[in-house]
């Protein structure tokens, strides 16, 4: 079992950058994907980007493809997700998740979530 906690969210305006971290506890955090989705008022929780046990291979929404950078550091028991060049549509709380792959439907372990607000 892993516990994750996001940090790092807050309000930005329009084209500024973003950071969020996820710490997870325990000692097997090198064992999971992790994952970051979101889910805006009114909507339904959408994927992100996702990232695999070694960090090697990471995967991106369409929608935010060459704007987010997913990244882990094992050793920390920590996964990023940097958010450049930020729009108001990325306005959404942002989760945290693990799972045993990097399948949408893998992602069994999520952490509280934490507020991105983008102002125009």
């Known amino acids: 079992q892993v516990q994750l906690v996001e940090s790092g969210g807050g309000l930005v305006q329009a084209g500024g950058s973003l950071r969020l971290s996820c710490a997870a506890s325990g000692r097997t955090f090198s064992r999971y994907a992790m994952g970051w989705f979101r889910q805006a008022p009114g909507k339904e929780r959408e994927f992100v980007a996702a990232i695999i046990q070694s960090g090697v291979t990471t995967y991106y929404a369409n929608d935010v493809k060459g704007r987010f950078t997913i990244s882990r550091d094992n050793a920390k028991n920590t996964v990023y997700l940097q958010m450049n060049s930020l729009k108001p549509e990325d306005t959404a709380v942002y989760y945290c998740?693990?799972?045993?792959?990097?399948?949408?439907?893998?992602?069994?372990?999520w952490g509280q979530g934490t507020q991105v607000t983008v102002s125009s």
């Open positions: 998740a693990a799972g045993d792959r990097t399948m949408p439907e893998s992602f069994g372990y």
